[in-house]
Structures are given as C-alpha cells and as structure tokens.
C-alpha cells in the first residue's frame, strides 16, 4: 500500500508562484512513476505533469509547460511542482498520482487510469 500526502496548496495572485509537494509512503518510492492532476468542479480530472522514476524525463500538459516544474528527491520519497506565473485558470485541486510498474512514457502516464494511488488532494487558488 502506498500513502501519498500532498502539502504546499495556497491561496496566490495572478503571476506568483507555489511549490505543491507530495510525500509517499513505501520502500520503493525511486520505482515509482509520479504525476500531478488537478480538477475543478464539475470537471474531469486533467493531466498536468509527469516523471519517470529516476526523474529524467518529464512531461506536461501544454497550457503549463514552461510554468510548471516537475521534479523528485528519492531520498526524501517526494515529489514536487514548482508552479510560477500562476494564472486564475490554474485554480483548481491538485491531486499527486503514483505507479507501481510499467515503462513511462508521456501518452500512458497523462492518463488518469494509468496511476494505481492518489493522494487527497490540495486546493490551488489563484486570484485575479
């Protein structure tokens, strides 16, 4: 079983920025294929960012590249998305994602279903 816990959610102005972190449980935290999701009411859950377990390869949803930043620290069993030139549009509960097994690659890992455990979620909101 596999706890994540995300942290670093806030209430933010247009153009500044938040570090979201997700903290997991498990021995075997350096195998795991992590993402970030976030939802708004009334909305499916979107595909925001991904990384591989060695944190060498990433992906991203196109309105966030450039902004968002995915990275991981194995030592710590934590990933992280450093979020600048936030924009109200980014509002939205971030929820952190992990998978046990599989080869990454950026069309399986932006999909919901591919991620075995899922955190609670933290809550983005960024004013205009």
């Known amino acids: 079983q596999v706890q994540l816990v995300e942290s670093g959610g806030g209430l933010v102005q247009t153009g500044g920025s938040l570090r979201l972190s997700c903290a997991a449980s498990?021995?075997?935290?350096?195998?795991?294929?992590m993402g970030w999701f976030r939802q708004t009411p009334g909305k499916e859950r979107e595909f925001v960012a991904t990384?591989?377990?060695?944190?060498?390869?990433?992906g991203y949803e196109d309105s966030v590249k450039g902004r968002f930043t995915i990275s991981r620290d194995n030592t710590k069993n934590t990933v992280y998305l450093q979020m600048n030139s936030l924009k109200p549009e980014d509002t939205a509960v971030y929820y952190c994602?992990?998978?046990?097994?599989?080869?990454?690659?950026?069309?399986?890992?932006?999909?919901?279903?591919?991620?075995?455990?899922w955190g609670q979620g933290t809550q983005v909101t960024v004013s205009s």
């Open positions: 994602a992990a998978d046990l097994s599989g080869t990454w690659r950026l069309s399986k890992y932006s999909r919901v279903h591919e991620y075995d455990y």
């Open positions: 498990g021995r075997t935290f350096s195998s795991y294929v």
């Open positions: 990384i591989n377990w060695s944190g060498d390869r990433t």
